[in-house]
């Protein structure tokens, strides 16, 4: 069992940076990849990108890559997801997830309750 909260998420300006932090509680977070997704209002759910558990290689949506970077840190059982160069169109409610990795919901079992990003023109 993992239980997950995101924190980090707030109101910023186009062109600006967020760093959003999801920590987990229990002693396997490790071995999870842990994933990034997003869901703006009227939306689905989609992904943003995930990093495998020893945090050795990651992967993004098109939509991100060259903005968004994903990091984690296995000792403090936190992953990261660096946000720069902010477009409105990142506004969503951003969404850590626990599972075996990839791009689909599906394979997370473990969620978080989000935290809000809205990103101002």
């Known amino acids: 069992q993992v239980q997950l909260v995101e924190s980090g998420g707030g109101v910023v300006q186009a062109g600006g940076s967020l760093r959003l932090s999801c920590a987990a509680s229990g002693r396997t977070f490790s071995s999870y990849p842990m994933g990034w997704f997003r869901q703006a209002p009227g939306k689905e759910r989609d992904f943003v990108g995930w990093?495998?558990?020893?945090?050795?290689?990651?992967f993004y949506a098109d939509s991100v890559k060259g903005r968004f970077t994903i990091s984690r840190d296995n000792a403090k059982n936190t992953v990261y997801l660096q946000m720069n160069s902010l477009k409105p169109e990142d506004t969503a409610v951003y969404y850590c997830a626990a599972g075996v990795g990839g791009s689909s919901v599906s394979r997370y079992n473990y969620w978080g309750q989000g935290t809000q990003v809205t990103v101002s023109s």
């Open positions: 990093v495998t558990s020893g945090g050795g290689a990651t």
